[in-house]
């Protein structure tokens, strides 16, 4: 029979065993990737080993997105089916590509089309892809037959085994989602490892779980669209959601005094030329976002608009007024944002 100043010493002993672990504080691992930087932030009590293990998760589930989906390397997956001479053989592919084209042909199809990830073929010809740019604007005739071999439903999907085909000769470009998917990618990672709470943001693209250690959720900037600048437009609260950006106002060139954004529209074939200049998407994760907000900053600050509030989708969209920038949001999206 254990005696009450036993159970008392053995009670002290547990408290202060307990007391050797620290309490969760957030921790930052950052690092280049996809031509961009990774930011990340994990909330865990402090362990200089299991951050060197994350630190190499984090970066091996990146390469291994690099070396599927990059147009930049001529050894990742897309690149060599982008090569292939008979498309029309099927053409296995991974499980995360499969998964990302399938979400691709989704928002192509939820849009009419205003997300493609066929267009690599013009995004190529306005100089915004691994060719070099061009120092005129292409001419109609070679838009024009670039632009017919651009077609999201000119790719056929095989799910069981993962594959892909076309009787066209199709060129990839996922720069529109993949790197949303790297940071679902990361996400996925960290909820392996059994990580409660983090933030992880590529390039603008982020993705979130659980609260910062005070038991706030994380804060996000949607950043003004200014060149040359960075300033804050709005802060959003995040917990367990994604957001992407897409806007006109970084990745651009000028030709004769007019400016030609990055972003195609792939009806047209040509640079957007709306006044929208950028919006704000959030999501579950953050390759949806990615892609939907392109697709809304291809429609345009009224049609975007209208389509985000017909299908309930949290977008922000930031567009040039006669004054300045104005802004305005769905619904679905109020809810997020911090006053």
Same mark, same amino acid.
């Given at each position: 029979?254990?005696?009450?100043?036993?159970?008392?010493?053995?009670?002290?002993?547990?408290?202060?065993?307990?007391?050797?672990?620290?309490?969760?504080?957030?921790?930052?691992?950052?690092?280049?990737?996809?031509?961009?930087?990774?930011?990340?932030?994990?909330?865990? !009590?402090?362990?200089?080993?299991?951050?060197?293990?994350?630190?190499?998760?984090?970066?091996?589930?990146?390469?291994?997105?690099?070396?599927?989906?990059?147009?930049?390397?001529?050894?990742?997956?897309?690149?060599?089916?982008?090569?292939?001479?008979?498309?029309?053989?099927?053409?296995?592919?991974?499980?995360?590509?499969?998964?990302?084209?399938?979400?691709?042909?989704?928002?192509?199809?939820?849009?009419?089309?205003?997300?493609?990830?066929?267009?690599?073929?013009?995004?190529?010809?306005?100089?915004?892809?691994?060719?070099?740019?061009?120092?005129?604007?292409?001419?109609?005739?070679?838009?024009?037959?670039?632009?017919?071999?651009?077609?999201?439903?000119?790719?056929?999907?095989?799910?069981? !085994? !993962?594959?892909?085909?076309?009787?066209?000769?199709?060129?990839?470009?996922?720069?529109?989602?993949?790197?949303?998917?790297?940071?679902?990618?990361?996400?996925?990672?960290?909820?392996?490892?059994?990580?409660?709470?983090?933030?992880?943001?590529?390039?603008?693209?982020?993705?979130?779980?659980?609260?910062?250690?005070?038991?706030?959720?994380?804060?996000?900037?949607?950043?003004? !669209?200014?060149?040359?600048?960075?300033?804050?437009?709005?802060?959003?609260?995040?917990?367990?959601?994604?957001?992407?950006?897409?806007?006109?106002?970084?990745?651009?060139?000028?030709?004769?005094?007019?400016?030609?954004?990055?972003?195609?529209?792939?009806?047209?074939?040509?640079?957007?030329?709306?006044?929208?200049?950028?919006?704000?998407?959030?999501?579950?994760?953050?390759?949806?976002?990615?892609?939907?907000?392109?697709?809304?900053?291809?429609?345009?600050?009224?049609?975007?608009?209208?389509?985000?509030?017909?299908?309930?989708?949290?977008?922000?969209?930031?567009?040039?007024?006669?004054?300045?920038?104005?802004?305005?949001?769905?619904?679905?999206?109020?809810?997020?944002?911090?006053?």
């Amino acid at each position: 029979m254990i005696g009450p100043a036993l159970v008392a010493l053995l009670c002290s002993v547990a408290l202060a065993g307990c007391s050797f672990e620290s309490d969760p504080e957030i921790w930052e691992l950052n690092g280049p990737v996809f031509g961009t930087q990774y930011h990340i932030k994990v909330v865990m !009590p402090g362990d200089e080993d299991r951050l060197e293990d994350l630190e190499s998760g984090i970066e091996q589930a990146l390469d291994s997105v690099d070396a599927s989906m990059s147009t930049w390397r001529d050894d990742s997956e897309l690149s060599r089916f982008n090569r292939s001479q008979n498309k029309s053989q099927w053409f296995e592919v991974s499980g995360p590509l499969f998964e990302v084209l399938n979400e691709a042909h989704r928002v192509s199809d939820l849009s009419g089309g205003a997300f493609d990830v066929t267009i690599g073929p013009v995004v190529n010809l306005w100089g915004f892809g691994p060719e070099a740019r061009p120092e005129t604007v292409p001419e109609p005739e070679t838009l024009a037959q670039r632009l017919s071999e651009v077609g999201y439903d000119k790719l056929q999907l095989r799910s069981a !085994p !993962p594959a892909i085909r076309s009787d066209y000769p199709l060129y990839l470009d996922l720069s529109a989602i993949a790197k949303g998917y790297g940071v679902d990618a990361v996400a996925r990672f960290l909820d392996s490892q059994e990580v409660k709470a983090y933030l992880v943001e590529i390039g603008g693209e982020v993705n979130t779980k659980g609260r910062k250690p005070d038991g706030d959720a994380w804060r996000l900037a949607i950043e003004k !669209p200014t060149s040359g600048e960075r300033s804050i437009q709005r802060i959003v609260a995040l917990d367990n959601r994604a957001m992407a950006t897409s806007g006109d106002y970084r990745n651009y060139y000028e030709v004769d005094g007019h400016r030609y954004s990055h972003t195609i529209n792939p009806n047209t074939g040509k640079p957007i030329s709306h006044k929208l200049a950028s919006v704000s998407v959030i999501t579950e994760q953050c390759m949806s976002a990615d892609a939907m907000a392109t697709a809304l900053n291809v429609m345009g600050e009224d049609k975007g608009y209208a389509f985000a509030v017909k299908h309930d989708i949290a977008a922000y969209f930031i567009y040039r007024g006669e004054d300045g920038f104005e802004t305005k949001y769905t619904p679905a999206f109020s809810s997020y944002l911090i006053d």
